[in-house]
C-alpha cells in the first residue's frame, strides 16, 4: 500500500528541505515496521508548489523530495490541497498526509494520525492543538477563534470538533475520492471537516504538539480581518449546503414563533378593550415575522431539494473519480 506525506508550500525556500528530511528520517519509525503501518510498502514524499517565486522548489528536489506539483500564479492553501489530493490519487495513493511546509508539526506523530486510518477507526483523523498538549507560541486570538467556531458548528451540526482550522491530517483513499472542494480561493480545513460530516465520513481527532514561531508571517492569517471573514464565508456556505433544513429551519422556527406570540398579545389586549388602533403596530410587526418565517420555511424547503440534488451529483462524480483513478496491480 501507498503513502504520500503532502506539503503544500509557498516560498518556503528556508524550510523545506528542514521539513523534507524529517519527514523521511519520521519513515524509519518502528511503526512502519511491526506496527499499523507494515501494511504499508511505498512511501513517498509531494511537495504542492503554490507559485512560489524562490527556491523552494530547488531545495525541496536536493532534498530528495519524490513528486512535485507546481504551477503558477500563487492560488491559495485550498487549491494546492486540491491539487495535491488529485496527483495523490493519480499515483494510487492508499493514505494521504497533509502536513504543514514550515516544521511547525513534529513529521514523527505522523503515525499518530495514520494508524486509525490504517486500522479502519476513522476516515480522516485530524491532528488537535487544544488537547493536553499545549500549543507553543500560538497567538490567543487564533486560538479563542478556532475553539469558538468549533464549537458553535459541533452544537449545529451534532458533531463534537476539536479542532477545526488545523491542516495537519491524514486521510483514506475513500475519503480523497469523496471530498469535494467549492471555495478554491482561500483555505481548506474549516469546509473539508464539514463535508466529511455531511457525507458521514468518521473523523477522529488526536492530540500532537505543535510550535508556532514568533518571527514567521503566516501565509493565510496576514490580515486577521479577512481571515475572520473568509473563514466566517467558508463555514457559512458549508453548513447551508450541509444542512440547510437547520439553516433556514431555525429562522422560520424564530420569526413564525415571535409572529403568532405578537398576535396572541393583540387578541389578549383586544379582547380587554375592542380597541385595534392602538396595537397597529404590533399587528405590522406580526405579520411581518410570520412572513418572514414563512419566508424562509421556502428557502429550507428549495434548499433541502438542492441539497438531495447535490447528493447525486456527487455521488456520480465519486463514482467518476473512483473509475478515472482506478489502481492497476
Same mark, same amino acid.
Given at each position: 500500500?501507498?503513502? #504520500?506525506?503532502? #506539503? ?21 519509525? *518502528? ?13 513517498? !514524499?509531494?511537495?504542492?508548489?503554490? +507559485? ?59 503515525? &499518530? /494520525?495514520?494508524?486509525?486510518? !490504517? ?12 488537547? $493536553? ?13 478556532? $475553539?469558538?467556531?468549533?464549537? +458553535?458548528?459541533?452544537?449545529? &451540526? ?6 477545526? @482550522? ?10 480523497? /475520492?469523496? /471530498?469535494?472542494?467549492?471555495? &478554491?480561493?482561500? @483555505? %481548506? @480545513?474549516? *469546509? ?19 510550535? %508556532? ?7 493565510? @492569517? ?11 464565508? #467558508? ?34 389586549? %383586544? ?11 404590533? #399587528? ?7 412572513? /418572514? ?20 451529483? *456527487?455521488?456520480?462524480? %465519486?463514482? $467518476? ?9
Amino acid at each position: 500500500m501507498k503513502l #504520500i506525506v503532502n #506539503i503544500p508550500a509557498f516560498n518556503e525556500e528556508e524550510k523545506i528541505a528542514e521539513t523534507i528530511e524529517r519527514i523521511q528520517k519520521s519513515f524509519k519509525a *518502528e511503526f512502519y515496521r511491526s506496527g499499523a503501518g507494515r501494511v504499508i510498502t511505498k512511501k513517498l !514524499i509531494q511537495l504542492v508548489d503554490d +507559485g512560489s517565486d524562490d527556491k523552494t522548489v530547488y531545495f525541496a528536489k536536493k532534498a530528495g523530495v519524490d513528486l512535485i506539483v507546481s504551477y503558477k500564479p500563487n492560488r491559495r492553501l485550498a487549491y494546492a490541497f486540491k491539487q495535491g489530493a488529485e496527483n495523490a490519487l493519480q499515483e494510487g495513493v492508499d493514505f494521504f498526509v497533509n502536513i504543514d511546509a514550515d516544521g511547525q508539526f513534529d513529521p514523527e506523530e505522523i503515525p &499518530l /494520525l495514520l494508524g486509525p486510518v !490504517i486500522n479502519k477507526e476513522a476516515d480522516m483523523v485530524v491532528a488537535n492543538r487544544f488537547a $493536553q498538549y499545549k500549543a507553543q507560541g500560538i497567538p490567543w486570538i487564533k486560538s479563542f477563534l478556532n $475553539q469558538f467556531a468549533a464549537k +458553535g458548528i459541533s452544537f449545529f &451540526l451534532g458533531v463534537k470538533i476539536d479542532d477545526l @482550522t488545523c491542516g495537519f491530517r491524514a486521510h483514506s483513499r475513500e475519503a480523497l /475520492l469523496r /471530498l469535494n472542494l467549492v471555495n &478554491l480561493h482561500f @483555505t %481548506y @480545513t474549516q *469546509e473539508t471537516i464539514i463535508d466529511a460530516i455531511g457525507k458521514r465520513l468518521s473523523i477522529k481527532w488526536v492530540p500532537v504538539n505543535v510550535t %508556532y514561531f514568533a518571527d514567521r508571517q503566516g501565509k493565510i @492569517t496576514k490580515s486577521l480581518s479577512k481571515f475572520i471573514l473568509n473563514g466566517f464565508k #467558508i463555514i457559512l456556505k458549508a453548513i447551508r449546503d450541509v444542512q440547510p433544513l437547520k439553516f433556514f429551519g431555525w429562522p422560520a422556527a424564530i420569526f413564525c414563533l415571535v409572529g403568532v406570540g405578537g398576535f396572541f398579545l393583540f387578541l389578549v389586549q %383586544y379582547f380587554q378593550e375592542f380597541k385595534i388602533s392602538p396595537y397597529l403596530n404590533l #399587528i405590522i410587526f406580526s405579520a411581518l415575522s410570520l412572513f /418572514l418565517g414563512v419566508q424562509f420555511l421556502i428557502f429550507a424547503l428549495i434548499a433541502d431539494m438542492i441539497k438531495g440534488s447535490r447528493q447525486l451529483t *456527487e455521488e456520480v462524480l %465519486y463514482r $467518476q473519480k473512483k473509475e478515472n483513478y482506478k489502481v492497476t496491480k
